[in-house]
């Protein structure tokens, strides 16, 4: 075991605006034999998330900052190699957190096995069956509570989360609305996933005036993956008694200095209710929810793309996708065996 040699991504320094390699280098260590209740996974997938470049910096987020000189923290998929526990065995499948490595030792208790011969592509645990979907399911029924016949703004509609939002909106009976950066992420939402429009928000124009165009009866439910602009628009388009679910704002994730939302005197004016969510809020449901996605997914009703990149060495460019909206879906870094 210890011939095997772990290359980790770690956090050398913290970024002030897009990780560098510099700040994010690698390193090649001996791989240790796991302690005592401890196993070792090869990882064969890993998920790339916005939310990981909030964990690089210091701020308070829903878990700890990933401290400096640790591997870059991630969802991953992993055989497991070597077990010290008896809740895992040599040759099991598991997801797991883990990091941008290719190895990653932790504890078993926090592994979950998964059943590579289902027929379901091991990479939908990370994506529309996993936490990503999981978001999307959660945060529009829960946080957005949509009704039928009201509408639906998704921001970062083509993306993994916004992608499933627009969907299941679809399904609740809403008007639905995405925004997107290309015309070919557009036509994409509308033609293919059923979204009644969308706008390109690179070339649209004012704001405020292309969703009121794309939402001529006001927006009910604006669920939000970026914030900033887009954000503030939103908010002068809310009808009564709107909802705001805020899932995450990538428009400010390198930028520190970004500035915050200044309309947010509209929640007074329309007595509009804002709530920000993290997907772990609701890990209790997590089996339904996976089930209801998986249902949804066989019948054709949810599409999704994934985007896999191979091996671990693009993983900081790959990762910088996320933010210049490069990526095509969900984004994931495949080692192969
Ligand atoms: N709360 C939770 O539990 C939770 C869980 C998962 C994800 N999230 C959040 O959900 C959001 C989407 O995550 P994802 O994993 O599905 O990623 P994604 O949408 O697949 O990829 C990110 C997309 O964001 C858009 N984007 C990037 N910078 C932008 C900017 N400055 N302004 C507007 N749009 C921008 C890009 O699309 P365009 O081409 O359209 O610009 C890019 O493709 C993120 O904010 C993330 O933090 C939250």
């Given at each position: 075991?210890?011939?095997?040699?772990?290359?980790?991504?770690?956090?050398?320094?913290?970024?002030?605006?897009?990780?560098?390699?510099?700040e994010v280098p690698f390193r090649d260590v001996p791989l240790q034999d796991p302690a005592a209740g401890e196993a070792v996974i090869r990882n064969m997938f890993i998920s790339l998330d916005p939310a990981i470049r909030g964990w690089m910096s210091e701020v308070n987020n829903y878990i700890e900052p990933i401290a400096l000189g640790d591997p870059i923290r991630s969802s991953v998929i992993g055989r497991v190699v070597k077990s010290n526990s008896e809740l895992v065995a040599e040759g099991d499948v598991v997801i797991s957190v883990g990091g941008w490595e290719r190895f990653t030792?932790?504890?078993?208790?926090?592994?979950?096995?998964?059943d590579e011969n289902s027929g379901i592509p091991l990479s939908n645990f990370l994506s529309v069956l996993g936490p990503t979907g999981l978001t999307a399911y959660f945060g529009l029924l829960e946080v957005g509570k949509p009704k039928k016949g009201e509408t639906v703004l998704v921001s970062a509609a083509a993306g993994a989360v916004?992608?499933?939002?627009?969907?299941?909106?679809?399904m609740q009976g809403c008007h639905v609305v995405g925004m997107a950066g290309t015309d070919e992420k557009c036509r994409w939402i509308t033609e293919e996933l059923g979204f009644d429009a969308a706008i390109n928000y690179k070339t649209c124009g004012d704001y405020v005036q292309a969703i009121r165009e794309a939402c001529p009866s006001g927006?009910?439910?604006?669920?939000?993956?970026?914030?900033?602009?887009?954000?503030?628009?939103?908010?002068?388009?809310?009808?009564?008694?709107?909802r705001v679910a805020v899932c995450g704002w990538i428009s400010t994730y390198n930028d520190a200095d970004a500035p915050g939302p200044k309309n947010l005197w509209q929640l007074v004016a329309e007595s509009v209710t804002i709530q920000g969510f993290v997907v772990l809020d609701y890990i209790d449901r997590f089996p339904e929810g996976v089930a209801q996605l998986a249902e949804w997914v066989i019948a054709g009703k949810l599409k999704f793309k994934e985007e896999i990149v191979d091996d671990l060495d693009n993983v900081l460019s790959t990762f910088l996708r996320l933010f210049d909206g490069s990526n095509q879906g969900k984004l994931i870094i495949r080692n192969p065996e």
């Open positions: 075991m210890n011939e095997l040699i772990n290359r980790q991504y770690y956090l050398a320094s913290r970024p002030v605006a897009a990780p560098t390699p510099e030792t932790g504890p078993a208790a926090g592994m979950t096995k998964l916004g992608s499933v939002v627009g969907q299941i909106a679809k927006v009910d439910v604006y669920f939000d993956n970026v914030g900033g602009e887009i954000l503030d628009a939103a908010l002068m388009c809310l009808n009564r008694f709107a």
